[in-house]
């Protein structure tokens, strides 16, 4: 995922189409804005991915086939 934000650290939460939290993790982010979420083994579905960074929050959805 690329977010809206600069390089530093970021909160990451993941919840799955039932609201369940399936990933949490603090992450560095690098210039750019570049994240990694590990969902190779997850199943397929629609994910929510709520990211909280000093300059505010971004909430998005994630699609693993």
Do not use: M
Request: aromatic content about 10%; overall charge negative.
């Amino acid at each position: 995922l690329r977010l809206p934000t600069e390089s530093g650290p970021v909160q990451v939460q993941v919840y799955n189409a039932q609201g369940q939290q399936c990933y949490s993790e603090r992450q560095e982010v690098a210039a750019g804005g570049d994240l990694s979420i590990p969902s190779a083994t997850w199943p397929g579905g629609v994910y929510f991915v709520h990211v909280q960074f000093e300059q505010g929050e971004w909430t998005g959805k994630l699609v693993v086939e």
